[in-house]
């Protein structure tokens, strides 16, 4: 094991927090997508940090130019951003979505649908939504708050979004544009940065051991002989997000402590 952990008082919930903002670390002129208050704090962070070109929103259909707290009407709007004109940055890739994930297999297969069988499923949850077109268009991201062998699975019951499976079997109009940079837990980041690009364990956040994520995840997964920790957050960072960005501490009602 590499690093040797914290050495500030940041909460599991800062540590999730930054890794989120790592996603989109100088990522540029593009739109942020973030689904959940952590991965919305981890923007928010990015852009007043390492990445201030970041487009952000608030949420629905306004393009804003500051960055409010987290629940907070912003100050600046910048521009309208209708769903049609959404969908045009989907479908160009210049947007970063972070969704979440019912089920998540080791090829990446996201399932927000349904639980158990599809003639019959135990539970219906979202809908496939916008999962493949966001999976095949643009880079796109998964923020899992509670790791665990219920949500990493050996097979999904139901693919929303694509894996790097099935987007290599549907060939290269799938493969084109098809990334999925960061799983993100509470547990840790991970990746699929591996030949067979099945995922891998890139960081551990302090705290968390290996035999802790391998037995939270249904399938094998890929453990480097070294693994670091996730990087410490900044004192400014610290500050940011508990002065500014969540003030009323709505990250740490996400993540246990």
Not at 52 to 72: M, Q
Not at 157 to 164: E, F, N, P
Request: with cysteine.
């Amino acid at each position: 094991m590499s690093g040797t952990g914290t050495t500030t008082t940041a909460t599991r919930a800062e540590y999730c927090v930054v890794a989120c903002a790592e996603a989109w670390r100088d990522a540029g002129e593009i739109l942020a997508g973030p689904m959940g208050t952590v991965p919305m704090i981890g923007a928010r962070l990015a852009k007043r940090t390492f990445s201030p070109d970041l487009l952000l929103t608030d949420g629905e259909a306004l393009l804003i130019g500051d960055v409010p707290a987290v629940g907070a009407a912003p100050g600046v709007v910048e521009g309208w951003l209708p769903y049609r004109q959404h969908l045009a940055l989907v479908t160009t890739g210049r947007r970063h979505v972070m969704m979440g994930a019912s089920q998540l297999d080791r090829h990446g297969n996201q399932n927000i649908s349904c639980i158990g069988d599809w003639e019959r499923p135990r539970r219906q949850l979202l809908g496939v939504r916008g999962a493949p077109v966001n999976t095949l268009n643009n880079p796109t991201s998964y923020w899992v708050p509670r790791h665990s062998p219920r949500v990493f699975v050996e097979r999904v019951d139901m693919v929303c979004g694509v894996g790097y499976d099935r987007a290599a079997a549907a060939g290269p109009s799938a493969t084109r544009y098809h990334r999925i940079p960061d799983v993100i837990t509470d547990l840790g980041v991970f990746d699929f940065e591996t030949p067979d690009r099945t995922m891998r364990l890139r960081s551990l956040h302090p705290g968390v051991t290996v035999d802790e994520v391998r037995a939270a995840t249904g399938f094998a997964l890929h453990v480097p002989g070294e693994v670091p920790y996730t990087r410490d957050p900044t004192a400014e960072e610290l500050r940011l997000i508990r002065e500014e960005i969540d003030p009323r501490g709505l990250r740490d009602r996400e993540v246990r402590a």
